[in-house]
């Protein structure tokens, strides 16, 4: 783990993410996460000329993929019933 992750791994302080960060706490490229920001599927705010991510919107974000998921899946069991 590289220094930049081990500080952001353990700093619970921080309230903004880069999207760089957030792209390493989900565990996806970094333009993926520009995409996922760019389309509003994951939550970001501008300071000045500088887009953050909000920590809090990782959790919802993974929440309503797994909530979405869970749908698709209890759709393709009914229809395969």
Do not use: W, Y
């Not at 970001?44 to 993974?62: C, M, N, Q, W, Y």
């Amino acid at each position: 783990m590289d220094t930049a992750q081990l500080a952001d791994s353990i700093d619970p302080t921080l309230a903004l993410l880069t999207v760089e960060e957030a792209a390493r706490r989900l565990r996806i490229g970094r333009t993926t996460c520009f995409a996922l920001v760019g389309s509003g599927e994951l939550e970001s705010i501008t300071v000045g000329h500088l887009r953050r991510v909000p920590v809090d919107a990782i959790p919802e974000f993974v929440t309503r993929l797994r909530k979405k998921q869970n749908r698709t899946a209890t759709v393709t069991a009914v229809q395969a019933a």
